[in-house]
């Protein structure tokens, strides 16, 4: 279709404007981490005096950061796996069952979604506080009861997701299979899993990004041993120097291996929304 | 032979998987009882009670008050009353604020962007970023360069462009709503540019091609086509924008740490802080009781009116 002028400066005015806004925390994250400890105590720069390295070595050392690090990576790396491993299940089942109770399921799962965190997050301390003065297993200020609570915040979503993912695959396939002496569930392993390949992505990209990004449950289910990220990036802040050059090259490193991995798959993300979006 | 074999096979199937949906949800049944239906009902029950610091290391101790909490966290005349009243009202409008920009921006640039042209791609990667960026980094940043002495927006608007004497604080008075509102919008608002391209790829062209043969030009496509098609992802798109904004915790958070500013006491922070540094679960619980209660509300509300509307139509 012609294009009347008006349409494109409209279209270059309000991008450009959006771009800046967006681009501005990122440049201030960026430039900032490579600056010296002078410059971020001073009003702001636009370019450092001096390019240097020192934050992102330092950083390591001010906090335990590595420690952070590796219970974030495992914490959401465990929820994501369960999280997806039971979306897989679920979104099966409501895709391809008539059964009594299907929609009340549906619609109880995603309703979770708009209750609020801070109604669970009492109730779930004091839970796991008393499971662990009970029977020993200890699930608060653990990376295991972290990895619980985590997995089912990305699970209502991954599962609406996968239904409407499932819904698009041709039950043409699971009817073949089923004519070559196929259960259910070598069906869904062999036949449909390997369909659904970009829509588990999608879902497991949204359930580690849910999981490495979480702050409620975190600032009060983790104490020093089980601290992560969220929490842990805080500690910069809060002493009474904020070495801010640090804190934004570690804001930097934490963000990295998320937004990459968000990006990357950036296309499947918006294939499976789609497909959970047309129903 | 081989025909009632199969016959054979597929009753079997029929009968003996009866019970395969059932055991294929029991996990994630499991999980959301666990996490979430289970310690709702502990909440409940603990919003009953007299739960207060005397109590936490022996909870079932703590004497059942009734609905002495309930009736505390809704006095009008009494401190907490008009305190949550107040987070209330400041929760309220930062999510009407919050959403309408968000949707506003998300529409626009999902419209501006539907049509290819060099650079889009990258556009949309840059947009799509804070998106992806972990909440506290992301808010953290932002409560850099949010600061009074050493932060960019103070330079760009004294030093740079001098439209101000002195240097404003924008994390501790009024600003901090402000600020507030504008993190949670650059947060907010690629989600909505995500599910809104995603819904604009299921009009078909036809549509347009047939609107552009009838002399429709671009802004009465737009009006005709582009915005009455996204309905259902609009009325999806708002209301989970809506939740998600009313019970955001990480933005005031990691923004003023653990005590916000008055102007912009948010709810979930304000439960938070007056559950955890007096250590009243009981009273705490109700709040959050009550918080539920008006989503639930709203949500009601909300679904009524929307399908109302698509019913009068």
Known sequence: MHEPRWVKVV?????????????????????????????????????????????????????????????????????????????IFAAYAVSRYRFAGRRLFSIAVLSTQMFPGILFLLPLFLIYVNIGKLTGIDLYATRTGLVITYLTFSLPFSIWMLVGYFDSIPRGLDESAQVDGAGPLRTLLQVILPTAVPGI??????????????????????????????????????????YWNQVMAASLVVSVPVVAGFLLLQRHFVSGLTAGAVK | MPVTRARRRRRRFGLRYQATPYLMLLPALVMELAV????????????????????????????????????????????????????????????????????????????????????????????????????????????????????????????????????????????????????????TWPFALLCLTAGLQTIPDELYEAAAIDGAGFGRQVRTITLPMLGAVN??????????????????????????????????????????????????????????LFLLLVTAAYLTVTSWRRNDA
């Not at chain 1, 681009?23 to 450092?48: C, E, G, N, R, T």
């Not at chain 2, 107040?86 to 999510?95: E, F, I, K, N, P």
């Not at chain 2, 915790?249 to 007096?278: C, E, W």
């Open chain 2, 36 to 187: 979430h239906l289970i310690p709702m009902v502990v909440g409940v029950w603990m919003s009953l009670k007299g739960l207060t610091q005397f109590y936490v290391r022996d909870w079932s101790a703590a004497p059942f008050t009734g609905l002495a909490n309930y009736r505390v966290a809704v006095d009008l005349h009494g401190p907490v009353g008009t305190d949550l009243l107040h987070s209330l009202g400041v929760t309220t409008a930062y999510t009407v604020l919050s959403v309408g920009l968000s949707w506003l921006l998300g529409t626009a640039a999902a419209v501006l962007l539907q049509r290819p042209f060099r650079g889009r791609g990258l556009i949309r990667t840059l947009f799509l970023t804070p998106y992806a960026l972990p909440a506290y980094a992301a808010v953290i940043t932002w409560s850099f360069l949010l600061q009074r002495d050493t932060g960019l927006l103070n330079h760009v608007i004294v030093d740079d462009l001098h439209l101000a004497g002195h240097r404003p604080f924008w994390l501790i008075g009024g600003n901090s709503f402000a600020s507030l509102v504008a993190v949670s919008v650059w947060r």
């Open chain 1, 201 to 242: 992505v999608a879902v497991s990209v949204y359930s580690f990004m849910t999981a490495w990004g979480e702050v409620l449950f975190a600032s009060v289910m983790t104490n020093g041993d089980s601290r992560t990220l969220a929490v842990g990036l805080q500690g910069y802040a809060t002493s009474n120097d904020v």
């Open chain 1, 11 to 87: 279209r270059a005015v309000v991008l450009s404007g959006l771009a800046l806004f967006t681009v501005a925390p990122i440049y201030v994250m960026v430039s900032s981490s490579v600056k010296p400890l002078v410059d971020v105590q001073s009003a702001f720069h636009w370019i450092p005096s001096r390019f240097t390295i020192r934050p992102f070595v330092d950083i390591w050392h001010t906090v335990p950061l590595g420690h952070y690090f590796l219970n974030s990576v495992l914490v959401s790396g465990a929820a994501t796996v369960c999280s997806v491993t039971v979306a």
């Open chain 2, 235 to 292: 009325k999806v798109l708002i209301l989970v924008l809506v939740l998600w904004t009313f019970n955001d915790f990480n933005t005031p958070y990691v923004l003023f740490g653990k005590s916000a500013p008055r102007p912009s006491d948010l709810i979930s922070v304000h439960i938070y802080q007056s559950s955890f540094i007096t250590w009243n679960f009981g009273l705490g619980s109700a709040m959050s009781v009550l918080l539920l």
